[in-house]
């Protein structure tokens, strides 16, 4: 399920769901079509008198509910691909700034993300030629034909605004794929595309920051483009370190940072003993739950939450435990990085680590996070 926001349902098995920033914009965006509309359109009023002036205000809001229904496409454009490719797609999410698709793994080919980049414009353009065609056949200056002119206009500049060449836009996507092609190195495309993505977001920034200082009537124009350009700038930075915590991934096998010697706590003690003793005094983040004497499951802080905590006195361990049946098994040579992916396709917070059919360990995937900020800490003395 989602992480935050309002659930829709599903589309082709895909999560749909509103981030709560969504709904600003789209006050923002109905209430400025529809003062576009009372301009460019007043007879409108006249024409309709069962609606009156309220016929600014519906059309308005179905133009922008049609506008975020034309965002939802070009996200289900990428989406689509990237299944038909091969890679899983658990959720799309509308939210301020437009929609982001939630693939769960990077293309594993420079084909493969060049095609899953140029799904989305590719619809956008579909959509924009589709609204052309309703707007040139539509009796003139009416609404119908003027929800299609606006719609046929936004969906073209979607399309061109999302190919401008700077990650994580598509066009940015589209310039790794290339640089992937010609280095045969996706983690420094990556961080070549993420550059240029910083770069538009400060000429973004500078962009707004003139426009609202030199044409104060353009005060809300400016402002919304330099927030634009702190978004890009800021995910752009953010795919950069990704990118880099990945290829630290990468380098480094499971069975490097399993571990064999967890605590070990029986199945019938209760989960205010197990905080008490292990995670709080001893600062356990996984423990190993046996039952007469024989391996039965795995119990972790995020296990613990789940339950009511006025109920942790008489819950015991092994209604909380993952059983070891049920954990999912990951081979020692296996890199980080693909068990990092095997994790969020599975919705899994640790993982048993095997070497054929012997259990060497295990994996949690706070251990991955720790493990990075380690790095991390080591890298910048």
């Known amino acids: 399920m989602l992480q935050r926001g309002i659930y829709l349902g ?30 460019f359109y007043p007879h409108w009023a006249s024409q309709y008198p069962v609606w009156g002036n309220s016929v ?11 506008f975020f229904s034309s965002v939802l496409a070009h996200e289900m454009g990428h ?45 956008s353009l579909i959509l924009g030629l589709l609204f052309w065609l309703l707007s040139i056949t539509s009796v003139p200056d009416t609404p119908v034909q003027a929800l299609a002119d606006n719609l046929s206009y936004i969906n ?20 790794r794929a290339v640089l992937w092609k010609v280095f045969g190195d996706i983690y420094r495309a990556t961080r070549i595309a993420s550059l240029a ?3 538009v977001g400060i000429l973004f920034i500078a962009g707004g ?19 634009i350009g702190w978004f890009l700038h800021n995910t752009a930075f953010n795919s950069q370190r990704q990118t880099l915590q990945r290829q630290i991934l990468a380098s480094y096998r499971v069975g490097d940072l399993a571990h064999s010697d967890l605590p070990q706590i029986e199945s019938h003690i209760t989960l205010d003993e197990l905080v008490q003793e292990y995670l709080l005094k001893r600062g356990a983040h996984s423990v190993r739950v046996v039952q007469n004497g024989e ?24 209604s909380a435990m993952t059983a070891l049946h049920g954990m999912l098994k990951v081979d020692a040579d296996e890199s980080l990085a693909a068990l990092y992916d095997r994790m969020s396709v599975n919705g899994v917070g640790q993982v ?3 070497r054929g059919s012997e259990i060497i360990g295990v994996v949690t995937h706070g251990q991955l996070l720790g493990f990075l900020r380690t790095h991390a800490e080591m890298g910048s003395k």
């Open 10 to 39: 599903k589309i082709l098995g895909i999560e749909i769901g509103l981030d709560y920033s969504w709904f600003l914009i789209f006050g923002l965006v109905t209430w400025t079509l529809s003062s576009s509309y009372t301009e």
């Open 56 to 66: 600014f205000w519906v059309v308005g809001l179905l133009t922008s509910l049609l």
């Open 79 to 123: 989406s689509i691909v990237a299944i038909r490719t091969g890679l899983p797609v658990q959720s799309i999410t509308l939210f301020l700034f437009g929609g982001v698709a939630r693939i769960v793994r990077e293309p594993s080919s420079p084909m493969q993300e060049f095609v899953i980049a140029i799904a989305g414009p590719i619809a």
């Open 156 to 175: 073209l500049a979607l399309a061109i605004f999302n190919m401008i060449p700077g990650f994580p836009l598509d066009g940015g996507r589209v310039l």
């Open 197 to 199: 993505g910083r770069g």
């Open 209 to 227: 920051v003139t426009l609202a200082l030199w044409y104060p009537e353009h005060l809300i124009n400016g402002l919304w483009l330099g927030l």
């Open 295 to 318: 391996f039965v499951g795995l119990i972790t802080m995020n296990d613990v939450k789940k339950i009511p905590r006025a109920i942790w006195e008489m819950t015991r361990v092994s």
């Open 352 to 354: 048993l680590v095997v």
